[in-house]
């Protein structure tokens, strides 16, 4: 089966996106191409995994350092596994919703990874 769009984005990510919602709303038929998973990079593999790993690691700095300004925090202990298990559970929902929204305006969208041809 073959189908025609106006506009095919190239990822599901945060420029392929919102072009694609833009492009809806202005009328156009759209595809979004989504090689992985849709979010990208920052909410799945960059940013956010980041925020919730430097944060507990700034956490255990300050205990570390609060003795100097006359706290003590007894048995202070980063469960690692437990860290990376709440990473895994923070991003999970991600590329569902992510799908979901364009899915709603009506953006069609394939799992699969584009190539030009001709």
Not at 41 to 66: F, H, Q
Not at 67 to 76: E, F, K, S
Not at 78 to 95: E, M, T
């Amino acid at each position: 089966m073959e189908n025609t769009y106006d506009v095919i984005a190239l990822g599901g990510g945060l420029a392929g996106r919102p072009a694609a919602i833009i492009a809806r709303r202005s009328g156009a038929s759209v595809l979004i191409v989504e090689a992985e998973m849709f979010g990208g990079t920052c909410p799945l593999k960059g940013c956010i995994p980041k925020k919730v790993l430097i944060s507990s690691a700034e956490i255990m700095e300050n205990i570390r350092r609060s003795p100097g300004l006359r706290i003590t925090v007894q048995n202070a202990h980063l469960d690692w596994d437990g860290l990376i298990d709440l990473k895994k559970a923070i991003i999970a929902p991600v590329p569902k919703e992510r799908e979901k929204r364009p899915e709603k305006l009506g953006i069609h969208t394939l799992s699969g990874r584009a190539r030009f041809t001709g």
